[in-house]
């Protein structure tokens, strides 16, 4: 019997990347990369506005051929492959990642007219210029909107699509007025290869959608019209050009195009998936299920996990997300995180402590996997980036206390490592208090495969078993998964989960003798925690107005 | 006309150093160090227990011969100077230094019967095998005299003189009954060299007495019978072998014995000056005076001031000494300090950053230097050995807030040095709250003449104009000077400071702009040291609960 295949495309910040499965139990059988050729590592920037990162949406269409050329060309040497037996195509972005497009559903930057206007981009999920803009919409949508803001953890990002939006109409008007509507890059990609471009053809993910566009059926559909005029009439317009039904990763977006099918050398009219976010296509590829907390680990880390929907949750504070079916058909999508989680072992590592040997990775992690936990009296705080969740703040600061003369590098990279499993149990715990129990914990992304010694730490902070995901590329096979739904091979996502995903061998259990010592140092992180983080008094003041002062002393 | 000389020994932790000068002018002519032969650095250690750190008193006696000699054969070759022209002799140690004799006052190691008894040894300073000693006299002080505990900043210590005794004749009772008195090392070299060495001939400096051993005229002497003998029956017999009366460098201790002065190549029966601890003559030789603060800046700091006994004095909470006469004639000499500075700056580039040249002082000095006060976000507490003044806590440790994912290396090294510049400031703020008005301050030591970054940023943390000592031996200098009067070269040391000290043409002064910066990041160093230091909350028990775990598990 032949096998049927499906390909998952992962658009990551500066690649793009294709992953050609097995569709009956999830074999790769090949994977293929793509750099963005514009800008720095494929991200477009401003010497003057730090805060600046676009892309050019011409990089995603020459990464849909290069890459699925590629894994199509890499799979025929495998025995019985061959291009018509891929049945489906599955989408996973960054995001929220809009661009404004036109009415024929062109980009503006693609048009002649728009082409040296950055204003035209697709604007990246990092792109923080709209900071004060977010700020706007926090404010209002806590007086106007409370719900709203529940739904996000009380507080709108500059990385999010109403902020981009509203900043493009205030700074370049030109742009703003030439737009037909705004897509995300996730509606963009299964939208241009099914051929469904124009604003009202596309098929709009409920993921976006839900977690960066203030969009619930409970106050049905996108942020009203009152509350979006209020921040500025001219942003009911786009309002009009968005759709009332958006849709999770069960649908198709559409079916490939003759054109795209010819491009890529595979069968026309094969499904689309409705295209959805990394981290939440992730957390379908490494498992997720009831009861489980997917975490995807790198430079940040991205918590993910599904509650029943029959069920019933309310709102939790400080959860930045919590969007019906935008992971699983008939659950709650709850998305949280930590803003910098591998960025703070690079720092230390590399910026702080780089003395060659001693400074290394290895070394650092042979000495540190030595260390009892408790032994070095250090305790940190995981904030070098600000604090995601639960305190949603941008501006906090790491820290590291009980520092002596003895401390070593070993000690310090160890603290830090700790401090950011912590800030993972502050996570969890908030979800527990809110009725979401966690049983076992999946990590997956590029530190949960390299380093065991974070892993045990992890294991033995949290409590938890800790299973590492069998693939390598977990976001991709997420998005095979969906194509592998749409495309009929499995009925639901559970059997497809079932049939295609699994976990190493190798799980972490907590060891209780560590568990015991962590249980104590966590009681301390949560005071300091709590202290700087959420407190009233002069404690919590100290970190913004070490900020304010720097920020005026550097201007 | 024929210049007088006079030499000022000094004995620090692994040497001790003679320094020749013109009893005039204070024109040095030649110095000679000399290090202990026993132990490692001079320090005889323990691998069992890393609290002890003992010194062999036959070191002290032939130092005095090597470093004697030594200056005197290289300032024969300075026209006009002979050996018969040397009029006196001062002398300074570290302490609390205190060693047993017997009654001949022969230090009980050198006898056979303890030759290998380390009881018998000297108790250096930085012994600290009588902590728990320390602990049990500061709580029956609070209780039963707290007048005592007032006058040494609320707390005895396991570096001063009775929790030595004590600790002695609880574990070692043999070598504490042979001994017939015990004599600070400050006490010892003087009455070696004048032959006064039976405990009852001894005359003791108020120094070391009124800063380690509880002494004063307001309760007449020396810690009383009732409160020693509660901690110990024994301790009376010690108290016994104690004189009334104590004396100031003024005094002499006696005249050099012919003995001495064949050995050493000087005329017999010169006078010798009454010793004190290393920091005191230290402040001397730096030219210490009415509302100056003299810090002797190493791997940790000395501050010390004088105020005069005339005009009155409250106890100073926190400050570990106020003891008159203990620096000079006439005034309270006050004793303040930080555990460690230049260790911490020693830490943190040798043992955390040494990355080859990025590391080196050199460049990290060279990079921060350019950086502006309050530029980096960065906030450091500098309690990396504890806190001596005016916390007076040990289990205090260091921190650092205020990290990003941008913090450097070179950044961390200048919060480093803020900290212990604002550690400074708090020292002198409560000496100003208390009456004690500080105008202006004079650095010596190793870290003043080596490093014009750190001097700066202490004149701008402290808005008060730096001075650097002329003299790079301000404690031989400061010894010199004492012989110098005792000798009668000079009626009285105000007479003697401004003959035979100065400071460096090129002072530090306050930039303005630097001070207002500094002025706002102080006070957010306040709230972490108030709140960490001297708070009552949950934030007050992190650091000492961080210890309490560190050292269950590493047991």
Known sequence: MSSNYVIGLDFGSSSVRALLVDAANGRELAEQSFDYPHGRYGVILDKKNPNLARQHPADYLLGIKRTIRGVLNKALQTRGFSRDRVIGIGVDTTGSTPMPVDTAGTPLVMLPKF?????????????????????????????????????????????????????????????????????????????????????????????????????????????????????????????????????????????LTSTWAAKLGLTENIPVAIGAFDCHLGAIGAGISDNTLVKIMGTSTCDIMVAPIDKGLTDIPGLCGIVPESVLPGYFGLEAGQSAVGDIFDWFVNRIAPGGHIGSYESLTRIAGKLKPGASGLLALDWHNGNRTVLVDQRLTGAILGLTLYSTPAEIYRSLIEATAFGSRVIMERLEEYGVRCERVINCGGIAAKNPLIMQIYADVLGRPISISRSSQTCALGSAIAAAVVSGVHSNFSEAIASMTGVQKQAYKPKPSHVAVYNRLYRQYRVLHDAFGAGEGEIAGVMKNLLIIRDEVRQ
């Open 115 to 255: 082409r040296n206007n950055r204003a035209a981009l697709a604007w990246l999920w990092k792109d923080h210029t709209s900071h004060v803009e977010a700020a706007e919409i926090t404010e209002l949508g806590r007086m106007m909107r409370p719900h709203y803001m529940a739904k996000i953890g009380g507080r709108y990002s500059s990385e999010w699509f109403w902020a981009k939006i509203l900043h493009c109409a205030r700074t370049s008007p030109e742009v703003f007025e030439a737009a037909a509507t705004w897509v995300e890059l996730a509606d963009f990609v299964p939208a241009q290869l099914t051929g469904n471009v124009r604003p009202e053809q596309i098929r709009r993910g409920v993921c976006a959608a839900g977690h960066k566009a203030l969009f619930s059926h409970e106050w049905g559909g996108y942020a009203d019209d009152e509350f979006l005029g209020k921040l500025d009439p001219r942003l009911v317009k786009v309002r009009g050009s968005l759709p009332s039904q958006v849709f999770n990763v069960s649908a198709m977006a559409g079916r």
